[in-house]
Protein backbone atom coordinates (compact mmCIF):
# COMPACT_ATOMS: atom_id res chain seq x y z
CA UNK A 1 0.00 0.00 0.00
CA UNK A 2 1.25 3.12 -0.84
CA UNK A 3 2.48 5.26 2.18
CA UNK A 4 0.25 8.74 2.69
CA UNK A 5 2.75 10.05 5.47
CA UNK A 6 2.79 13.31 4.09
CA UNK A 7 -0.58 13.94 3.41
CA UNK A 8 -1.04 12.90 6.90
CA UNK A 9 1.01 15.56 7.81
CA UNK A 10 -0.63 18.07 6.13
CA UNK A 11 -4.37 16.82 7.01
CA UNK A 12 -4.98 19.99 8.85
CA UNK A 13 -3.99 22.36 6.63
CA UNK A 14 -6.34 20.83 3.74
CA UNK A 15 -9.33 20.09 6.29
CA UNK A 16 -8.94 24.44 6.08
CA UNK A 17 -8.21 24.27 2.29
CA UNK A 18 -12.11 22.47 2.31
CA UNK A 19 -13.45 22.88 5.20
CA UNK A 20 -13.46 26.69 5.58
CA UNK A 21 -14.87 30.05 4.31
CA UNK A 22 -12.23 32.00 5.42
CA UNK A 23 -8.99 30.93 3.02
CA UNK A 24 -5.60 32.36 2.07
CA UNK A 25 -7.56 31.61 -2.01
CA UNK A 26 -7.29 34.96 -3.77
CA UNK A 27 -9.58 37.04 -4.85
CA UNK A 28 -13.02 35.32 -5.68
CA UNK A 29 -13.86 37.47 -8.35
CA UNK A 30 -11.37 37.28 -11.57
CA UNK A 31 -10.52 39.07 -14.65
CA UNK A 32 -8.10 36.93 -17.02
CA UNK A 33 -8.26 38.44 -20.26
CA UNK A 34 -6.02 41.78 -20.28
CA UNK A 35 -9.61 43.20 -22.52
CA UNK A 36 -12.34 45.03 -21.18
CA UNK A 37 -15.86 42.52 -20.93
CA UNK A 38 -17.25 45.19 -23.52
CA UNK A 39 -14.22 44.35 -25.72
CA UNK A 40 -14.25 40.56 -25.72
CA UNK A 41 -16.58 38.34 -28.36
CA UNK A 42 -18.22 36.18 -25.26
CA UNK A 43 -18.61 36.60 -21.39
CA UNK A 44 -17.95 33.48 -19.30
CA UNK A 45 -19.02 33.74 -15.54
CA UNK A 46 -18.07 30.59 -13.18
CA UNK A 47 -19.79 29.82 -10.23
CA UNK A 48 -18.19 27.45 -7.73
CA UNK A 49 -15.95 27.08 -4.69
CA UNK A 50 -11.87 25.10 -4.68
CA UNK A 51 -12.58 23.34 -8.02
CA UNK A 52 -13.59 26.49 -9.62
CA UNK A 53 -10.75 28.29 -8.86
CA UNK A 54 -8.41 25.28 -8.62
CA UNK A 55 -6.97 25.31 -5.65
CA UNK A 56 -3.11 24.27 -6.12
CA UNK A 57 -3.01 24.49 -9.64
CA UNK A 58 -1.80 27.82 -11.83
CA UNK A 59 -3.81 30.15 -12.44
CA UNK A 60 -4.05 29.45 -16.50
CA UNK A 61 -4.73 25.56 -15.18
CA UNK A 62 -7.76 25.98 -13.40
CA UNK A 63 -10.75 24.55 -15.70
CA UNK A 64 -12.31 28.20 -16.76
CA UNK A 65 -9.35 29.24 -18.11
CA UNK A 66 -8.70 26.02 -19.97
CA UNK A 67 -11.96 26.51 -21.37
CA UNK A 68 -11.59 30.06 -22.13
CA UNK A 69 -8.19 29.30 -23.71
CA UNK A 70 -9.45 26.44 -25.57
CA UNK A 71 -12.71 27.86 -26.78
CA UNK A 72 -10.53 31.26 -28.00
CA UNK A 73 -8.73 28.23 -30.01
CA UNK A 74 -11.50 26.96 -31.49
CA UNK A 75 -13.72 29.81 -32.39
CA UNK A 76 -11.13 32.55 -33.00
CA UNK A 77 -13.21 34.47 -30.69
CA UNK A 78 -12.40 36.64 -27.90
CA UNK A 79 -13.24 35.58 -24.22
CA UNK A 80 -13.84 37.49 -21.04
CA UNK A 81 -14.15 35.04 -18.00
CA UNK A 82 -15.28 36.00 -14.51
CA UNK A 83 -14.91 33.69 -11.74
CA UNK A 84 -17.08 34.29 -8.31
CA UNK A 85 -15.52 31.07 -6.30
CA UNK A 86 -13.42 30.72 -3.21
CA UNK A 87 -11.49 27.13 -1.26
CA UNK A 88 -13.92 26.14 1.88
CA UNK A 89 -17.26 27.75 0.33
CA UNK A 90 -20.81 25.90 0.90
CA UNK A 91 -23.66 27.03 -1.41
CA UNK A 92 -24.99 29.65 1.03
CA UNK A 93 -21.08 31.42 0.63
CA UNK A 94 -21.68 31.50 -2.64
CA UNK A 95 -24.93 33.00 -2.54
CA UNK A 96 -23.82 35.72 0.07
CA UNK A 97 -20.78 36.26 -2.71
CA UNK A 98 -23.19 36.41 -5.75
CA UNK A 99 -25.29 39.23 -3.75
CA UNK A 100 -22.16 41.01 -2.51
CA UNK A 101 -20.87 41.43 -5.79
CA UNK A 102 -23.71 41.81 -8.13
CA UNK A 103 -22.38 40.65 -11.63
CA UNK A 104 -24.30 42.00 -14.48
CA UNK A 105 -27.15 39.18 -16.02
CA UNK A 106 -25.39 39.56 -18.90
CA UNK A 107 -23.23 36.62 -19.64
CA UNK A 108 -22.94 34.41 -23.16
CA UNK A 109 -23.01 31.18 -20.50
CA UNK A 110 -22.17 30.62 -16.92
CA UNK A 111 -21.29 27.52 -15.01
CA UNK A 112 -21.88 25.91 -11.84
CA UNK A 113 -19.89 23.63 -9.86
CA UNK A 114 -21.17 23.86 -5.82
CA UNK A 115 -21.65 21.47 -2.70
CA UNK A 116 -18.66 19.74 -1.73
CA UNK A 117 -18.15 21.95 0.96
CA UNK A 118 -21.66 21.48 2.23
CA UNK A 119 -21.16 17.32 2.40
CA UNK A 120 -17.73 17.76 3.78
CA UNK A 121 -19.02 20.21 6.74
CA UNK A 122 -21.90 17.92 7.08
CA UNK A 123 -24.96 20.77 6.69
CA UNK A 124 -27.93 19.15 6.17
CA UNK A 125 -28.80 17.88 2.55
CA UNK A 126 -32.09 19.72 2.98
CA UNK A 127 -29.84 23.14 3.05
CA UNK A 128 -28.48 22.18 0.09
CA UNK A 129 -31.23 21.29 -1.92
CA UNK A 130 -33.08 24.57 -1.25
CA UNK A 131 -30.20 26.74 -1.78
CA UNK A 132 -28.38 24.94 -5.12
CA UNK A 133 -32.50 25.17 -6.71
CA UNK A 134 -31.56 28.80 -5.46
CA UNK A 135 -28.33 29.35 -7.09
CA UNK A 136 -29.29 27.73 -10.69
CA UNK A 137 -32.03 30.44 -10.70
CA UNK A 138 -30.00 32.96 -9.99
CA UNK A 139 -27.30 31.18 -12.43
CA UNK A 140 -30.22 31.47 -15.49
CA UNK A 141 -30.72 35.01 -14.32
CA UNK A 142 -26.86 35.61 -14.98
CA UNK A 143 -27.16 34.17 -18.30
CA UNK A 144 -29.33 36.86 -19.92
CA UNK A 145 -32.09 34.62 -18.06
CA UNK A 146 -31.75 31.69 -20.42
CA UNK A 147 -31.69 28.50 -19.49
CA UNK A 148 -29.75 27.24 -22.36
CA UNK A 149 -26.59 29.23 -21.33
CA UNK A 150 -25.96 27.64 -18.65
CA UNK A 151 -24.06 24.23 -17.65
CA UNK A 152 -23.91 22.75 -14.45
CA UNK A 153 -21.11 20.48 -13.44
CA UNK A 154 -21.10 17.14 -11.17
CA UNK A 155 -18.94 17.22 -7.45
CA UNK A 156 -15.87 15.47 -8.04
CA UNK A 157 -15.23 12.78 -5.34
CA UNK A 158 -12.40 13.59 -3.26
CA UNK A 159 -12.19 10.11 -1.76
CA UNK A 160 -10.10 8.63 -5.06
CA UNK A 161 -7.67 10.98 -3.58
CA UNK A 162 -4.64 10.65 -1.11
CA UNK A 163 -6.05 12.74 1.28
CA UNK A 164 -9.69 10.66 1.14
CA UNK A 165 -8.05 7.51 1.42
CA UNK A 166 -7.07 8.50 4.79
CA UNK A 167 -10.14 9.25 6.29
CA UNK A 168 -12.26 6.78 8.13
CA UNK A 169 -14.97 5.70 5.20
CA UNK A 170 -14.13 6.38 1.82
CA UNK A 171 -17.00 5.10 0.65
CA UNK A 172 -19.30 7.20 2.76
CA UNK A 173 -17.84 10.53 1.04
CA UNK A 174 -19.00 8.73 -2.10
CA UNK A 175 -21.74 8.31 -1.42
CA UNK A 176 -23.02 11.10 -0.09
CA UNK A 177 -21.32 12.82 -3.20
CA UNK A 178 -23.83 10.59 -5.37
CA UNK A 179 -26.39 11.68 -3.60
CA UNK A 180 -25.59 15.28 -4.22
CA UNK A 181 -25.31 14.50 -7.57
CA UNK A 182 -28.00 12.99 -7.97
CA UNK A 183 -30.06 15.59 -6.65
CA UNK A 184 -28.18 18.16 -9.06
CA UNK A 185 -28.78 16.23 -12.39
CA UNK A 186 -32.23 15.84 -11.04
CA UNK A 187 -32.96 19.29 -10.69
CA UNK A 188 -31.39 20.35 -14.38
CA UNK A 189 -33.33 17.46 -15.61
CA UNK A 190 -36.60 19.24 -14.13
CA UNK A 191 -35.18 22.58 -15.34
CA UNK A 192 -34.16 21.65 -18.61
CA UNK A 193 -30.34 22.87 -18.09
CA UNK A 194 -27.48 20.90 -19.22
CA UNK A 195 -25.09 18.79 -16.61
CA UNK A 196 -22.17 17.50 -17.67
CA UNK A 197 -20.53 14.66 -14.92
CA UNK A 198 -17.34 15.30 -14.48
CA UNK A 199 -16.72 12.73 -11.35
CA UNK A 200 -15.74 9.68 -12.79
CA UNK A 201 -13.01 11.62 -14.26
CA UNK A 202 -11.55 12.03 -10.46
CA UNK A 203 -12.39 8.56 -9.67
CA UNK A 204 -9.71 7.69 -10.87
CA UNK A 205 -7.12 9.55 -9.14
CA UNK A 206 -5.74 6.37 -7.03
CA UNK A 207 -5.00 4.36 -10.03
CA UNK A 208 -3.69 7.82 -11.98
CA UNK A 209 -1.77 10.16 -9.61
CA UNK A 210 -1.57 12.61 -11.95
CA UNK A 211 -4.96 13.62 -11.98
CA UNK A 212 -4.49 15.42 -8.46
CA UNK A 213 -2.93 18.05 -7.61
CA UNK A 214 0.12 18.26 -5.29
CA UNK A 215 -2.19 19.12 -2.21
CA UNK A 216 -3.45 15.33 -2.78
CA UNK A 217 -6.82 16.50 -2.87
CA UNK A 218 -8.22 18.95 -5.64
CA UNK A 219 -7.80 17.92 -8.93
CA UNK A 220 -4.86 18.76 -11.14
CA UNK A 221 -4.23 20.23 -14.13
CA UNK A 222 -4.58 17.61 -16.39
CA UNK A 223 -8.29 16.41 -14.92
CA UNK A 224 -9.24 19.75 -15.70
CA UNK A 225 -8.22 19.54 -18.88
CA UNK A 226 -10.44 16.69 -19.21
CA UNK A 227 -13.25 18.37 -17.70
CA UNK A 228 -13.14 20.84 -20.52
CA UNK A 229 -12.55 18.22 -23.39
CA UNK A 230 -15.66 17.38 -22.38
CA UNK A 231 -17.23 20.78 -21.22
CA UNK A 232 -16.05 22.63 -24.66
CA UNK A 233 -18.49 21.21 -27.12
CA UNK A 234 -21.66 22.19 -25.29
CA UNK A 235 -20.51 25.53 -24.62
CA UNK A 236 -19.39 25.74 -28.54
CA UNK A 237 -23.25 25.01 -28.89
CA UNK A 238 -24.56 27.58 -26.94
CA UNK A 239 -22.61 30.15 -27.90
CA UNK A 240 -23.42 29.43 -31.82
CA UNK A 241 -27.07 28.93 -30.80
Not at 40 to 61: F, M
Not at 107 to 112: E, N, P
Request: aromatic share 8%; net charge negative.
Amino acid sequence: MKNYTLYILNAVTILILLGCGVTEETTSTTEELPIAEENSDYSYLALGDSYTIGESVCNTCRFPIQLENALEQLTNKSVHTDIIATTGWRTDNLIAAIEDQNPDKTYDFVTLLIGVNNQFQGTPFSVYENEFSQLLTTAINLAQGEKERVVIISTPDYAFTPFGQTTSNPQQISDELDKYNAYAKEIAEKRNVKFLNITDITRRGIAEPNLVASDGLHPSEDAYAEFVDRLLPIVNTIIKD
